[in-house]
């Protein structure tokens, strides 16, 4: 391993920090609302990054010689695949977290004024989701305009390509969320019935948001297979991102 990256928001500063290690001498970077620090990495960083709000309790960090407090890295990360390519990576596999793009015949029943829960939901999916997603545009964007240049012009930007395989849900995880919302223990269950998360199935409401706080086995045992599932359907394309051989017989 050269380096590794975790990610966290700054609930002191409202700055979204990058803490690093790595093996080469890189130089801490500093863009809008965002920074990096070379630190020794520990398992409170993973704590903070972590941190969903109002759900598990914030970190305190150190950051440049002052104790400070971090939550879940997610929040006001415009740019998640940068600190990969701050660290010198020319390749990157993005592992994403919720589907790229909805269907445009996917029809949505309205079921009246929206909830808190639905809201919320929104929100956290916002904040969670949508960065990601942007920003691998923006990168797929800047690979074509560099297609464009000549063999000579490109030394004189700093811009390079990378290259990415990108691996999604192939299912909404809110729908997989809404057929385990029952095995949510009985107290968190009275909680978010209070902001609107009821039913199961067919007939759950609010199921963004119970995905969230969803830790049951049933919930994680499908999503593990979800993955799996997701990543033999892009088995070829695996093989071909990594260069490895494609075993005779193997599917």
Same mark, same amino acid.
């Given at each position: ?20 290690? #790595? ?25 903070? @990054? ?31 695949? @940068?600190?990969a ?60 305009t ?9 030394? @004189? ?14 299912q ?7 057929r ?18 009821t ?17 049951? #086995?049933?919930?994680?045992g ?30």
């Amino acid at each position: 391993m050269q380096a590794l990256a975790i990610t966290a928001s700054n609930y002191s500063r409202g700055e979204h920090v990058t803490f690093y290690e #790595s093996a080469a001498d890189i130089e801490p970077w500093t863009r809008s609302q965002r920074m990096a620090s070379r630190v020794r990495l520990s398992h409170r960083h993973l704590l903070a @990054s972590s941190a969903i709000p109002f759900v598990f309790p914030a970190a305190e960090l150190e950051l440049n010689g002052r104790r400070e407090w971090f939550g879940d890295g997610s929040m006001r990360q415009t740019a998640p695949i @940068s600190p990969a390519i701050h660290l010198g990576a020319q390749r990157v596999v993005v592992i994403g977290a919720g589907r790229m793009h909805e269907p445009p015949d996917r029809a949505v029943p309205n079921t009246g004024y929206p909830s808190l829960a639905q809201i919320a939901g929104h929100a956290l999916s916002g904040i969670f989701l949508d960065a990601l997603s942007v920003d691998i545009e923006r990168m797929e964007r800047i690979n074509r305009t560099l297609a464009l240049l000549g063999d000579d012009a490109r030394p @004189s930007t700093p811009l390079r390509s990378v290259q990415a395989l990108v691996i999604a849900p192939s299912q909404r995880l809110d729908d997989i969320a809404a057929r385990h919302q029952a095995q949510l223990p009985r107290p968190v269950r009275a909680l978010l019935r209070g902001v609107g998360v009821t039913g199961s199935g067919e007939d759950a409401r609010g199921a963004a948001l119970a995905s969230y706080l969803l830790f049951e #086995s049933g919930y994680t045992g499908e999503l593990m297979a979800l993955g799996h599932a997701d990543a033999m359907a892009r088995r070829a394309d695996v093989l071909a991102f990594f260069g490895w051989p494609r075993r005779p017989g193997a599917p």
